[in-house]
C-alpha cells in the first residue's frame, strides 16, 4: 500500500512506547505510534506503582524534560510515599500506588492530546531496511508504513513464552499475544539475541481478604507529589496499603511444589533478576528465613482486585492456592488471575550507541525491556531518549546524550552500552557515582533547560520553572550576605529552635549548612527581620531546596574535580574506525574488548572492565597522535 | 634524583631545598625534611614552562641516590602536596602538551606499557605475606561497611534489617584504628616485603656459599668443603643498579638426613621458588652437578653459572664461568645479573611502598570524613560517599571493586525484592 508514512514510527505503546512518542511529536516530528491494542496504551503488566528508590530519579527526570509519567502518576496515584524520609535528599525518594485504570486513563490522554502523533493498532511483523538503514515496518495484515527512524519498544512481547507450573504457552503478557514474527525476524538480521525471564504474583479478589488482621500502611502526609507541575489537587481518593506476610506453612507448600515449578525443573533458561525473585527463589536461596512480607497493593479505587508484592510465582495454579490461603488475612482467599513467569527475548545493548540507536541499522533505536532493562520508570526514561534521538536522526541533528553527571537517565544507557547486562537491569543509586548530585529535587534543574533547547519543553513548564530557579537563586543569594551576629535577637531565635551554637559572626547560607539547622527554623527567624522578603517572595519549598544545596555544597569541588577528569575524558572521540590491535602496549585480551565495544569516546572506554590507568594513558597518546596527525 | 613537574613543582622544590632556585641553573641545596633537619646534600635545579621536558613548571632534585635517602625526598614532596607520578606520566604530559614529536607518540605508549608492567611486579613483590593480608582485610571491612550501608540505602522499603548507624560507626572506629596501625607499619617499611631477591641454586658444596660471601663482601655463610654445611637459608642485601638485591642462599637441595636438615631443604625450595633471578651452579670440575636444579618458577630470570673455574683447564663458553674462590669472573657476574634486573625494568621497592602508603593516606582521610560526617550529619549517604572514596584508595592496592560487585554482594546477604 502507498501514502502511509511518518517521520518516526515508535513500535509498541507502554511505558517506553509512549514516551519515545510524544518526546518526537512535541520535538515536532511526524509521529505514528503502532500497537497491538489502543485498550492497552500505558498498561501496567507487573506491580501497580510508579517511582522507588533509584526509580523515581529516573520519574523526575522525564519529567523534567516533558515526559509522561509523573503527570500520569499524580492523577492515579492512591498512595504516596516518600522512601528514605530520615536519609538526606539525594536518596530521598518519592513512589506511588497506582490505580491501573486512572493511569491508563492518564497516559491515554497524554498520547491523544499530543500533536504531530497519530496511532494505528497494528501487529507489526516486519522492518524493511535499504542500504542498511531502516525505511518501514510492515503489519502482519501486509500493511506497510515508511519512516525515517523506527524506535521498537516490544517489552516482553518479543518471543514472549508464559510459564504456569508445567504449562507454557507464547504470550507478551497474560491474555495477550506475544510478537513472534519479529522475534524471528531480529535474529535472522544478526542481533544479539539472550532471553530473561519475570515473574508476576496471583491476583486476590480484596473482598476474601481479612484486611484488618494486616498492618495498614497510608500515604505519607503532606501528600507527596511526582510531577514538578503536580500538586496533591490532582491526587484521587487515597487508598491504603496492606503489610503481612508468609509463615513456615507457606513454604513447606512451595518446598513440596517446587519439582513442578519451571524454574526449577529446568524449562526456564532466561535469567530472572536477583532483586526481584519469585517466591520460589526466596525460599530456595534464603532457606534459613523463617518470613517473607508481602505488601497488598491495591489495584485501583473501581476494582477489589489487589495485588500481593512478594510473592510472585509460577508455581502451578494449586500450589498457587494454597500458598496464598496459607498466608494471615488470606485463609479464604479467592485468585482472579493466577501468577506467571514470562521469558522474553532482549538483545545485548552493547550492540547500542549511546542515543540507543543500533550500531547494525541506521535509524533504528531500541527502548525498555528489549535492551534487557526492567521496570517501568527504566522503561520510560530511555523511551524519551530514543524518541528524542528518533527525532533528531529525522532532523538531522547531533545526537543527545546526558553524561553520568548530568542524571541517572546518563547512567542508564551508559551502564547499558557499556556493560551490557547479565541479568534484568534495574536502576539503583548506588549504580551512581555522583549521587549526591543527582536528586530529585534538582532534576529540572539539571535537564529542563537541556529540554527546552531540545524543543521538549512547553511554554507553561518553562515559565515554572524559570520563575522558581530565580526565587531559589534570589534566596540563596540574599543568605550568603545575611550575616548573623551572635548578639543578635536572631541568633538567639535559632539556637533557641535548633540548639546550634552561633559562637561567631556567620552568614545564614552557612548556618544551614548545618545538619541540626532545619529550613523552617531559619525561615522562622529570618524571613520577618531581614531583608530577604523586600528582595524576592520565597515559599517554604524554596528555603528547603536552599537547606539541600546548602548541606551537599561541601561535596560539590570534591565531585567537580572527579567530573573534569570525566568531561575531559569525554571530549577525546574515538573514532568508529580505531584499530586497537595496532597498539603495542595494550593487551590482547583488552584490545579484543575495545574493538567488540567500539567505545565512543575515551570516557566510555574508561569503563569497561579490565581496563587500567596505564592502558587508558596509551590510548589517549595515541588518539592525540591521531587527531593530531 | 627526584622531578616534580606542574604549577607547584617550584614552591615544594624550594621548600624541600630551603633555597630559591633559579631557572636552568643548579644550585647547591641541603634538602630539607619538615622538622628542617637535613636529608641528603644535593643539587637543584628549575625549568619554567614551557620550556621544559614536561611543559609545565619543573624541578628536579638531584641526591645521592641511596634508596633511602629517595624514600625520603619523595615522603617530604608528598606531604608537600605532589603525588606521585603514574608510569611514563612525564613523557605522558610531555607529549600531550605538544613537547615530543608526534613520531614519538608509539615510543611514549610503550614507556607507559612497560613501565606499568614494571609497577605491577614492584607490586606484587610489595604485596607478598602480612602487608598483603593486612590490606586485603582492610579492603574486606571496607567492602562489607559499604554493602550494609548501600543496601540500607537502596532497600529502605524492604522488611531487611540493615545495621544500626550506631554499629556502622563503631566499626569505623575499629576500621580507623586497623589503618593507622598498617600506615605505621607501612610508612616504617616494616610490613612491606624487600626488593628483588636472588637466590643461589645448585648440588651440595658446588660453592654457593662462597658466592655469596663474595658478592656480599664478607663471610656471612660458613663455608667448608663439606656437603650440608649451610643448613638454612641465609640472607644478604646487596645493591645493584639502584636496587635493593637481596642474596639468598640454600641449603643444597637433596634427600635430608637430619630433621634439622629436612627443615632447611623446605625453606630453600620456598626461596627458590619465589626468587626473581636465579643463579645455577655447578662445579666444573664435577660435570655431573650440571643441570641439578629445580625447573624455574614463571617470569623467573635464570642464569647458569659454572663455579670453579681455577679447577679446571679448558673453560666451558656455552655460560657464565667464575671462581668465587679467587674472584675470576665475579665482575662479569655481577654485570650480567644487573643487566637482567634492568630489563626485568622492575620499579624499585621504595616507590612501589611510597604508593601504597599514599593510597593508604587517602583511604584514612576519607574514613575520618566518613566518621566525622556520619556524626555530624547523619546522613548515610555521605557517609556512603567518603567510604567509597576510602575503598578505591585501597583499590589501588589491591584491585578495584566495582558497583556490581558491591551489588552481587548485597542480594547474596540479604533477601530483597518483592
Known sequence: ?629 | MVRLSGPEALRIGETISATELQTRHLTRATFEDSNGEAIDEGLAVAFRGPASYTGEDVVELHAHGSPVLLAMLLERSLALGARMAKPGEFSERAFLSGKLDLVQAEAVADLIASGSIGMARAAVRSLKGEFSRRVTALDDAIKAIRVEIEASIDFADEAESFVEMREIETRLAALATQVDAVLGEAARGAALSKGLTLVLTGAPNVGKSSLMNRLAGHERAIVSAEPGTTRDVLHQQIELAGQQLEVVDTAGLRSASSEVEAEGVKRAQAAIEEADVRLDLWDASRPETRGAWPAPSTGQVVIEVMNKQDLVATRETDCLAISAKDGTGCAELVKEVERQVLSARGEPTFLARARHVEALQRCQEALKSARHEHITAKAPELVAESLREAHTALGEIVGLTTTEDLLGEIFRNFCLGK
Open chain 1, 1 to 629: 500500500m502507498v501514502g502511509l508514512a511518518a517521520e518516526v514510527i515508535v513500535i509498541g505503546a507502554g511505558h517506553a512506547g509512549v514516551e519515545a512518542a510524544c518526546a518526537a511529536a512535541r520535538m515536532g516530528a511526524d509521529t505514528l505510534l503502532i500497537t497491538q491494542s489502543i485498550e492497552t496504551i500505558g498498561q501496567m503488566s507487573c506491580n501497580p506503582a510508579i517511582g522507588g528508590i533509584g526509580k523515581s530519579h529516573l520519574v523526575r527526570e522525564v519529567d523534567a524534560l516533558g515526559g509522561v509519567m509523573a503527570s500520569a502518576a499524580d492523577a492515579a496515584g492512591i498512595q504516596f510515599r516518600v522512601l528514605n524520609a530520615s536519609k538526606g535528599a539525594a536518596v530521598r525518594a518519592t513512589r506511588a500506588q497506582a490505580d491501573r485504570g486512572l493511569y491508563r486513563t492518564a497516559v491515554r490522554q497524554a498520547v491523544e492530546r499530543q500533536a504531530n502523533l497519530r496511532l494505528v493498532q497494528q501487529d507489526v511483523a516486519n522492518l524493511v531496511f535499504e542500504d542498511g538503514r531502516v525505511v518501514a515496518v510492515e503489519t502482519a495484515l501486509g500493511i506497510t508504513y515508511a519512516a525515517l527512524a523506527v524506535v521498537l519498544t516490544t517489552g516482553t512481547f518479543l518471543g514472549g513464552v508464559i510459564h504456569v507450573g508445567r504449562a507454557s504457552h507464547a504470550g507478551g503478557r497474560a491474555g495477550e499475544r506475544p510478537s513472534t514474527q519479529l522475534a524471528a525476524r531480529l535474529r535472522e538480521l544478526g542481533f544479539q539475541v539472550g532471553r530473561l525471564k519475570t515473574g508476576t504474583p496471583p491476583r486476590i479478589d480484596g473482598r476474601t481478604m481479612d484486611l484488618a488482621r494486616m498492618t495498614e500502611q497510608r500515604s505519607d502526609e503532606p501528600l507527596p507529589v511526582m510531577s514538578f507541575l503536580g500538586s496533591i489537587d490532582e491526587h484521587p481518593t487515597q487508598k491504603p496499603c496492606h503489610i503481612t506476610a508468609t509463615n513456615e506453612r507457606t513454604h513447606e507448600i512451595i518446598r513440596a511444589a517446587l519439582s513442578h515449578s519451571p524454574l526449577y525443573g529446568g524449562r526456564i533458561e532466561g535469567v530472572g533478576p536477583r532483586y526481584c525473585p519469585s517466591i520460589e527463589d526466596k525460599i530456595v536461596r534464603f532457606a534459613a528465613r523463617t518470613s517473607h512480607q508481602i505488601f497488598m497493593e491495591p489495584e485501583g479505587l473501581e476494582t477489589h482486585e489487589y495485588y500481593p508484592n512478594g510473592i510472585s510465582t509460577s508455581l502451578p495454579f494449586d500450589a498457587q492456592l494454597a500458598l496464598v490461603r496459607s498466608i494471615k488475612g488470606c485463609e479464604a482467599a479467592h485468585i482472579t488471575r493466577p501468577g506467571y513467569a514470562i521469558e522474553y527475548d532482549f538483545l545485548d545493548p552493547r550492540g547500542l550507541w549511546p542515543w540507543l540507536e543500533t550500531r547494525r541499522i541506521k535509524g533504528l533505536f531500541l527502548a525498555g525491556q528489549i535492551n534487557g532493562t526492567t521496570g517501568y520508570e527504566e522503561a520510560a526514561a530511555q523511551g524519551l531518549l530514543a524518541g528524542i534521538n528518533a527525532a533528531g536522526h529525522v532532523a538531522a541533528r547531533e545526537p543527545w546524550v546526558p553524561s553520568r553527571r548530568e542524571a541517572y537517565l546518563g547512567v542508564l544507557v551508559d551502564d547499558l552500552v557499556t556493560q551490557g547486562v547479565a541479568e534484568p537491569y534495574r536502576m539503583f543509586t548506588s549504580r551512581a557515582e555522583y549521587r549526591v548530585l543527582l536528586r530529585e529535587d534538582n532534576a529540572d534543574a539539571r535537564l529542563t533547560p537541556k529540554g527546552r533547547d531540545l524543543g521538549l519543553v512547553d511554554d507553561h513548564r518553562w515559565h515554572v520553572h524559570q520563575t522558581r530557579m530565580a526565587r531559589v537563586s534570589k534566596l540563596a543569594g540574599a543568605l550568603r550576605t545575611t550575616r548573623v551576629a551572635p548578639s543578635s535577637a536572631q541568633a538567639k531565635q535559632i539556637s533557641a529552635i535548633s540548639g546550634s551554637k552561633i559562637a561567631t559572626d556567620v552568614s545564614a547560607f552557612d548556618l544551614l549548612r548545618r545538619p541540626e539547622v532545619g529550613a523552617s527554623a531559619l525561615r522562622t527567624s529570618l524571613q520577618t527581620s531581614l531583608h530577604i522578603n523586600e528582595t524576592c517572595e520565597t515559599l517554604p519549598q524554596d528555603w528547603e531546596q536552599v537547606k539541600i544545596e546548602a548541606s551537599y555544597a561541601g561535596y560539590i569541588p570534591r565531585m567537580e574535580r572527579e567530573i573534569e577528569q570525566l568531561k575531559a575524558c569525554e571530549a577525546m572521540p574515538i573514532p568508529a574506525s580505531f584499530s586497537y590491535h595496532t597498539i603495542s602496549g595494550l593487551s590482547a585480551e583488552l584490545a579484543e574488548k575495545l574493538s567488540a565495544r567500539a567505545p565512543a569516546n575515551l570516557a566510555e572506554a574508561a569503563r569497561i572492565d579490565g581496563m587500567t590507568p596505564a592502558a587508558l594513558s596509551i590510548l589517549l597518546v595515541h588518539l592525540k597522535r591521531d587527531v593530531s596527525a
